[in-house]
């Protein structure tokens, strides 16, 4: 069987000629709309610890900055494409402007797989990438967050990279950073505290009590796995979590202590 791969930019911009048609939006507005506004794609190199030069391609795209400054997260991942981060900047317009935040929809990548590079690597990728897209951000104009596989060492490695090119402190250029250099409380759990409110409301508008309710996680990350802790927390029983890989962690764990428990019998 051929599994055919659905385009996330051809989903947005289905998802958006829905929307304006409800809406009524003029002709002009939905060509304008329907475009990104700026797409730069960088290739740099990178030297890998092994004292090979790699070449890895980035992305950033600002869909729309009408509202005020972009805004969106920067990803690692080998399936990052061009027409993903097009999409993730349309969808970044449409959630600031729902929430009326003064921001407008921006989303950046690069092509790699972070799981199978050192720290060291993944910071000289991350210099290099902030080098290169630096003509696009800045706190008035473009501000990077963490998305998949990103997180708030690399944020501060894009602030302090971009700083030295200003030659001061801008902490500002990204959010999502360590607490010690100018992160918000809160910000690392945000993703999935909204995970956690959204299912809670759900729960209420179905009648349902949370420690009613079994829960399934599916990712390990910065999202999937913050959000079981605050599901736990809110009384609903975490009955399995899916890392990346597809396996069920709770499963392996379980799978694990039967066997420390086998081993102990023996033992004694």
Known sequence: ????????????IHQFDEAAERLGLSQAMRAILRKPKRELIVNFPVRMDNGDVEMFTGYRVQHNINRGPAKGGIRYSPAVSLD??????MWMTWKCAVVDIPFGGAKGGVICDPHKMSSAELERLTRRYTTEISLLIGPDSDIPAPDMNTNPQIMGWIMDTYSMHRGYSVPAVTTGKPLAIGGSEGRLEATARGVQV?????????????????????????????????????????????DISGDCIIQRALMFLRRCVILADLAA
């Open 1 to 12: 069987m051929v599994v055919e791969l659905v385009n996330p930019y051809d989903v947005a």
């Open 84 to 89: 993903e981060v097009r999409a993730l900047s």
């Open 198 to 242: 959204v299912a809670r409301e759900a729960m209420r508008d179905k009648g349902m009590n949370p420690e009613d309710c079994s829960v399934v996680v599916q990712g390990f990350g910065n999202v999937g796995g913050i959000a079981a802790r605050l599901l736990h927390e809110m009384g609903c029983r975490v009955v399995g979590i899916s």
